[in-house]
């Protein structure tokens, strides 16, 4: 292969197969941020991952995450895919994976961590008006459960655990939540490993070499 470029010009398969994808700044929803905003846009990056799995020619991808977090939804959609991914996949968490950052990041099938970059956990937040009604709340409900669910099942992480960090008050004057820096997020079983980039495409190169 010659360094073929994926459709949209998103990504580029390097001659040993491997595709390196960022998830960087907001995830943006189904509604254009700012474009002095950094986003990444799941519009862009689903079809993108459909290529990848059904491309012969990729042998598998490196996530590399810093996020803010974003639309629940499209966040998920994009996690989902990355699961769904039968080539080996490794994420590597530089800077930040906040909010809806967190599956995705635990969505490859091994997570690294920087010494200093961060997780973020906390309930969902809605912007704009909000009818104070229970049906309301109990939508929220809804989809706290579908992230945690979500996190359970591709980390080593219970689901007790993710709650309790989830509605902790102890971090934050003004909100509920919890900053995981580096180790933490590993010692809690939300991440794999911590790691630079090396040990990341160390891994994945592991991966792939052991299925050819």
Known sequence: MDGRVLPGEFGRIEEDGIVVMGIIGEIEGHNSLPGDCKTTSYEHILPMLCHIEKDCGVKGVLFVINTVGGDVSCGLAIAEMIAGLSKPT???????????????????????IADTATV????????????GASQTYGQFESMQNRILGFIQKHSNCKTETLEKLMFSREMSAKDLGTTLVGSEAVEYGIIDKNGTIYDAFFCLQTEINSIE
Not at 91 to 110: F, N, T, Y
Not at 120 to 131: E, Y
């Open 90 to 112: 490794v994420s590597l968490v530089v800077g930040d994976s906040h909010s809806i950052g967190v599956p995705i990041a635990v969505a490859a099938k091994h997570s690294y």
């Open 120 to 131: 973020v956990i906390h309930p969902v937040r809605m912007s704009g008006m909000v009818i």
